[in-house]
């Protein structure tokens, strides 16, 4: 099956900063944003909603670390 590979180096600022940070914090960027790079559009949309679900406060803290954990099982990776 085709897969999309990973664009690991954009030339959009605000895309190369947030895959640096999610760098910084998960020891790697998150796979799905290399494949969201592809189209800075969409990149901004998805990170959008991603800030716009942290500062609303519905979820609470230990609740996405939870959910962090959770998914991580799921998808067999090392959290």
């Known amino acids: 099956?085709?897969?999309i590979e990973p664009l690991k180096d954009s030339q959009e600022s605000h895309v190369t900063r947030l895959l640096d940070q999610q760098a910084k914090v998960w020891g790697q960027p998150l796979a799905p944003f290399e494949i969201y790079a592809h189209c800075p559009a969409v990149f901004r949309g998805v990170a959008g909603m991603w800030v716009g679900l942290d500062q609303s406060g519905l979820i609470?803290?230990?609740l996405g670390a939870l959910l962090n954990l959770r998914i991580a099982q799921l998808n067999h990776c090392v959290f």
């Open 1 to 3: 099956m085709a897969r």
């Open 60 to 62: 609470a803290a230990d």
